[in-house]
């Protein structure tokens, strides 16, 4: 290991066992006005939980267990964005608590004003309803929408929200009423920060095409390319192809000047310089992929995580799973008013057709409950937020690339206050752009993130991971 990377790593170290996060149990506790300066004790945990308890009037948002790890006790763990919700409601907290609570408390973004059902939820805040009550209120609105309505894939939501904000203590029927005007902006994410997310994969990629083209350009240097070229008359302008002819020619005939190794890699970065596709897999293989198994003596850090193709497509496809969340739901609706022996709505078993992995011949009501419910199961979890952990190695990564433009690709220009503070502007606006709490060494990530940056040299997620699970 070298003397950078052993430097890296201690700091990994020294954050693992002197920094303290600021986590769920930590924010809600100072909520509650029982946080003190000095560490927390069992016992101000259980009276936490207790006062907390008695603030919800014992609701049970989740097991008693769970709620119990939401302030430390067995164990640790952090509501959901709904049980968030329904926390703040029970304790009759504003809108501006609970966004606290969902970017301070949890991580997430906040209120989302794209989202119908988080628009009905703040809704029930502002107008001092009950969880229940708010339920009522979706399914109202639902009812009242068409299976074949299409939402506006635009970016409205500073519109939207002033809008919100002008008509949020209207009585229902009214606030039903512009709900309705609106329906089509509802589509259930942010499409500021799925553009965000779509930006950093394309600079990605071409910071990979890049350096692909570089390490090429180096490789072929050093073969007989530029005479064998010269000698054929062949047109500059033609790269990709005239690479080709050229490992084609050394796979053939007696004189041959290429290594099967080399010829192999010689064809793979040529793939890799011209593509025109923006794979996820290069993605991936840029960001997060490492090559060793990592020190012994390397901390775990809970927020450092790799990313699977699967969720990276989920986050990419995010309104296509949104549309079919609310097409089911719709149909879901149209079900509950029919007996199972009842004939399946046309429409319903045309959906089944274009949804569902096999195709089945939905005959009754029933059936096509069956399928509904099995599928909607499986489509929530698609239904994913962008969320911080996401997007951050994305603009550290996109960050550590301008910072080595703006240098001439020369380590020995480095500045690590300047290269840090190159990540820290970029992603605060993004991260401000996207509604979502800016960075802040308070929380793990960001403060690992920030360590990547040591004095003589910056390290990549793909490191950090490499070092830190």
């Avoid at 506790?29 to 003190?36: Q, R, S, T």
């Avoid at 790799?306 to 149209?334: C, G, I, W, Y």
């Amino acid at each position: 290991m070298g003397t950078h990377r052993k430097t890296f790593t201690m700091a990994l170290l020294n954050i693992k066992r002197e920094k303290q996060f600021q986590d769920f149990t930590d924010f809600i506790m100072e909520k509650l006005n029982i946080a003190g300066d000095g560490e927390i004790t069992d016992d101000m945990r259980k009276s936490a939980y207790r006062a907390f308890r008695t603030r919800t009037g014992k609701e049970d948002f989740a097991t008693l267990p769970t709620i119990r790890k939401w302030f430390g006790i067995g164990g640790t763990a952090v509501p959901d964005r709904e049980q968030v919700y329904q926390i703040c409601m029970a304790m009759g907290l504003s809108m501006e608590d609970c966004q606290e609570y969902l970017v301070y408390g949890i991580h997430e973004p906040a209120f989302q004003v794209n989202d119908y059902r988080e628009v009905i939820l703040v809704y029930g805040l502002e107008n001092k309803k009950n969880y229940q009550e708010c339920q009522e209120m979706i399914r109202d609105f639902e009812e009242r929408l068409s299976h074949v309505m299409t939402f506006e894939q635009t970016c409205g939501t500073q519109t939207l929200m002033g809008e919100f904000q002008g008509r949020k203590n209207l009585p229902w029927e009214e606030f039903r009423e512009w709900m309705m005007e609106n329906a089509a902006s509802f589509k259930g994410y942010s499409k500021t920060t799925l553009d965000y997310f779509r930006k950093y994969k394309k600079l990605i990629l071409q910071y990979a095409k890049k350096d692909a083209q570089e390490e090429l350009e180096r490789l072929l240097s050093e073969t007989d390319y530029a005479v064998w070229c010269q000698r054929r008359l062949l047109n500059p302008q033609h790269y990709q192809k005239n690479v080709r002819k050229y490992v084609n020619a050394q796979s053939k005939g007696k004189k041959r000047n290429l290594s099967d190794g080399l010829k192999a890699s010689i064809t793979e970065l040529c793939s890799l310089a011209y593509t025109e596709k923006e794979s996820n897999a290069r993605l991936l293989s840029e960001v997060f992929q490492t090559e060793g198994e990592g020190a012994e003596e390397a901390p775990e850090f809970q927020s450092v995580n790799s990313m699977t193709e699967k969720h990276l497509s989920d986050l990419l496809n995010v309104p296509l799973h949104k549309e079919r969340f609310f097409r089911t739901r719709q149909a879901e609706l149209t079900l509950s008013n029919l007996a199972d022996e009842d004939k399946c709505p046309e429409w319903i078993i045309q959906l089944q057709r274009e949804y569902g992995r096999r195709p089945q011949e939905l005959r009754t009501a029933g059936e096509a409950k069956r399928w509904l419910t099995q599928y909607r199961r499986e489509n929530k979890r698609r239904c994913l937020q962008i969320q911080r952990e996401d997007i951050l190695p994305l603009i550290m990564y996109v960050a550590q690339h301008r910072y080595l433009d703006m240098i001439g690709q020369d380590m020995s220009a480095y500045k690590q206050k300047d290269a840090l503070e190159m990540f820290k502007v970029l992603a605060d606006s993004t991260l401000a752009a996207c509604n979502m709490g800016r960075l802040n060494q308070n929380y793990e990530l960001d403060a690992v993130l920030c360590a990547c940056y040591q004095q003589e040299e910056m390290f990549g997620y793909a490191e950090l991971l490499e070092l830190s699970n």
